[in-house]
Antibody, heavy 120, light 106 residues
């Protein structure tokens, strides 16, 4: 069965960087895009971008361009999402999600989330 | 950018009630709309895609309709497991979520 297992919670200082991992299993990793979505405490969902595991190509929401980097390592079926120059408003739960189906880019199956806390 | 709105923001209902949530897009998105359910402390769960197609495994009491700029999610008979927050998401141009509708117990 499809599984997306994310790395553990992180606590970072303002100005630092963080890198969250998302290990996939139960399907062919390179066949489906991985999305990243975040949710600030008590707030709604915010799409950040996607990475194409086959090519490494990415597409970022305008808000995150220049500060977010999405990569992947096909040898270990793992996607990564990094955020630099962290601010307090980056405190959020970060989710990875697999493309729903071949030909349908919609986020379908989600990881359990990684809480990133940014303190000053 | 396409903006999404939802109404109401909170809905109080009882088990067995018929519940309807509305989602509006700032411009036409065709049928490229999805609905997710999220429970506290959990990741979102996809319910409906392409405005009205039920994801595999989702109970048939959930249904979606609409096209263009106005969409609805209907729960025909609310069950105890359905108390949660519901988000719409457009995927016509990039991906944008609505602000959410919390369904709580009346």
């Amino acid at each position: 069965q499809v599984q997306l297992v994310q790395s553990g919670a992180e606590v970072k200082k303002s100005g630092a960087s963080v890198k969250v991992s998302c290990k996939a299993s139960g399907y062919i990793f390179t066949d489906y895009y991985i999305h990243w979505v975040r949710q600030a405490p008590g707030q709604g969902l915010e799409w950040m971008g996607w990475v194409n595991p086959h090519t490494g190509g990415t597409n970022y929401a305008q808000k995150f361009r220049g500060r977010v980097t999405m990569t992947r390592d096909t040898s270990i079926s793992t996607a990564y999402m990094g955020v630099s120059s962290l601010r307090s408003d980056d405190t959020a739960m970060y989710y990875c999600a697999k493309q729903r189906a071949y030909g349908d880019l919609l986020p379908g199956y989600w990881g359990q989330g990684t809480l990133v806390t940014v303190s000053s | 950018d396409i903006q999404m709105t939802q109404s109401p923001s909170t809905l109080s209902a009882s088990v067995g009630d018929r519940v309807t949530i509305t989602c509006r897009a700032s411009q036409s998105i065709g049928i490229w709309l999805a609905w997710y359910q999220q429970k506290p402390g959990k990741a979102p769960n996809l319910l409906i895609y392409k405005a009205s197609t039920l994801e595999s495994g989702v109970p048939s009491r959930f249904s979606g309709s609409g096209s263009g700029t106005e969409f609805t999610l209907t729960i025909s008979s609310l069950q105890p497991d359905d108390f949660a927050t519901y988000y719409c998401q457009q995927y016509n141009t990039f991906f944008t979520f609505g602000p959410g509708t919390k369904v709580d117990i009346k």
